[in-house]
């Protein structure tokens, strides 16, 4: 329930408090004299958006502070899920400052604008004329049967599993696409693979090959020059192992001249050792060096292969290719793997469209059976809005897909009159009759989903005489589950309110300010005077306001 509000430096609001009360309110006031600036600015606090031109002075930060009672609304896990402290009377508070940012709070809490909105549909409803156009549209016509119904908690279940479900199509669609741009390329990376793998690539071979192919193509030449090497070292008359041997031998025969050092001699038997050992390898090199014209060839083929296969990849190296080979296993792998996926992931949302089915179908039949009893106490309320005769069909339809409400399509079909086929109700009903509808439904949804407030803005349009005690009646009778406030131009209306506030401006030199005050008894008589009378208070006037108040 809304007790106070307090607007500081918004548009034609300089600094205003008011305090509300739990019944019936009214608030009136001349064309133009900021009754919907007050709507506005108790809308930014329901979590609206913000707009810096609505700055009175462009200078100041603009402040709307609500105060609300929600101790008897169950909003304490609300406010536990959302870190903030849970009083009994909670402010909700909003500034604007001059470069048009934005805070919004609770309880002093900063919280962001979906928080705000979200608590402020369980403490508020504003129904206004602009709300006429939302009875034509088959959205708000569903909602009002799953209101009626109770299911509303129902419905946001199924939207949070269809959500769900939406977004596993998105998921699976993506993967198809995948899966499908991978298997186009898979025929061409498995033969880029097999012909990889089939060269039996081994790192560093490309050199080692080239070396053996080098001693190939040479053959003869290092046959001839290892040959002369094993000549001069063993095989000469004046070999050089002998010469060394007949060295070793004079310096032995003089060893006792070189007293204290015996490195010289060692050194002259390693050189020896050394060289009989070089003698013995190239001897064994030279019988197994053999010319091998096919060994040639099947050297100079490898070279050719590996050549060719990195041109083909644009790489230097043989390990370059072996990665290449690699990559392309792993994009083989992912073909198969994608294909799992993918079947894995069509079975996960398959389930999923059949438990959102069964939720969709669990609503329809809900619906189903609410939309007589809409039917019949929607005609009840017509009789006692003066229209008697008035009835409304609710058609029931498949829509041809699923979508976040379920399966059902909803349309309101009105006549007013006798002998009339009901139409749609935006073809048929009349100005008055569109607002006295949406008023009934709203009295009816009202009875089956209590909100602490209900704000009327002028939706009383079109409407006068007889009808408007009626309409007025309608909205009485519903402040006795909660607060209702309306802000009306009808006499009939304002008369019974329990409280009347009064909107109207100032002049403070060359700046105006809009303002509102709790009128007194005789204020009240006078206002309703003026209502009637067209703003010329005259006696018959006055009694005529005392008639309506029942004084």
């Known amino acids: 329930m809304l007790k106070h509000l307090s607007i500081e430096n918004y548009a034609l609001i300089d600094q205003l408090d008011i305090d509300f009360f739990d019944d019936f309110s009214v608030i009136s006031g001349e064309t133009g004299a900021g009754k919907s600036i007050l709507l506005g600015a108790l809308s930014l606090i329901l979590g609206q958006r913000a707009d810096v031109m609505t700055l009175r002075d462009k200078n100041k930060k603009c402040i709307i502070e609500g105060t609300f009672d929600v101790s008897q609304y169950e909003l304490e896990t ?6 903030l402290d849970y009083t ?3 402010i909700f508070r909003r500034e604007i400052n001059p470069q048009g940012k934005s805070r919004a709070f609770i309880n002093d809490t900063p919280v962001n604008l979906n928080i705000l909105k979200e608590i402020s549909e369980q403490l508020i409803n504003i129904h206004s004329q602009n709300e006429i156009l939302t009875l034509h549209q088959s959205d708000f016509q569903l909602s009002v049967i799953d209101s009626f119904a109770g299911i509303s908690d129902k419905v946001k279940e199924y939207a949070l599993e ?17 899966e499908r741009q ?14 990889l793998e089939n060269s039996n690539l081994k790192p560093g071979e490309y050199h080692e090959i080239e070396s053996l192919l080098q001693l190939q193509l040479n053959i003869s030449d290092f046959k001839s020059s290892v040959s002369q090497c094993t000549h001069l ?10 010469r060394i041997n007949f060295v070793r031998s004079l310096l032995q025969k003089h060893k006792s001249y070189f007293p204290g050092d015996v490195s010289l001699f060692e050194r002259i038997d390693s050189v020896y050792v050394e060289i009989k050992d070089i003698s013995s390898e190239l001897n064994s090199i030279q019988d197994n060096i053999v010319a091998n014209p096919e060994e040639i060839d099947k050297l100079s083929m490898r070279i050719d292969l590996l050549n060719h296969l990195l041109q083909k990849h644009h790489v ?12 392309l296993s792993d994009k083989l792998l992912l073909t198969s793997d994608l294909s799992e996926a993918v079947e894995k992931l069509r079975k996960s949302t398959h389930k999923q469209f059949e438990k959102i089915s069964i939720l969709a179908n669990a609503l329809s039949k809900l619906r189903g059976k609410a939309i007589p009893l809409v039917e019949k106490e929607l005609k009840s309320l017509f009789a006692e809005l003066a229209m008697p005769d008035a009835l409304i069909q609710i058609r029931l339809t498949e829509a041809e897909i699923l979508n976040n ?17 009901p139409q749609e109700i935006s073809k048929v009903a009349s100005g008055g009759e569109t607002s006295r509808v949406l008023l009934a439904i709203k009295s009816l949804i009202s009875k089956s989903n209590l909100l602490p407030t209900i704000i009327f803005d002028e939706i009383d349009n079109g409407v006068s005489g007889q009808v408007a005690s009626k309409v007025a009646n309608i909205m009485k009778k519903l402040s006795g589950n909660m607060q209702v406030i309306a802000i009306t131009h009808l006499p009939q209306i304002a008369a019974i309110g329990k409280q009347h506030y009064l909107v109207f401006k100032q002049n403070r030199g060359e700046v105006v300010n809009s303002t509102i005050k709790l009128l007194s008894k005789e ?15 005259t006696d018959t006037s006055i009694e005529a306001a005392k008639q309506l108040i029942n004084i």
């Open 233 to 242: 070292l063993s095989e000469s008359d004046e070999n050089i192992i002998e």
């Open 162 to 178: 269809f959500k769900f479900y939406k977004k596993l199509s998105s998921q699976l669609d993506e993967l198809l696409e995948q």
């Open 523 to 537: 204020e009240h008589i006078q206002e309703v005077a003026r209502m009637l009378s067209s703003d010329k208070i």
């Open 316 to 327: 230097e190296e043989v390990e370059k290719l072996i990665d290449i080979q690699n990559d």
């Open 88 to 90: 009994q009377n909670s």
């Open 78 to 83: 609300f406010f536990n899920d959302n870190d």
């Open 182 to 195: 991978s298997k186009t390329n898979f025929d061409y990376y498995q033969f880029l693979f097999t012909e």
């Open 405 to 421: 409400t379920g399966k059902d399509y909803i349309r309101f079909y009105f006549s007013a009159n006798k002998g009339f086929e």
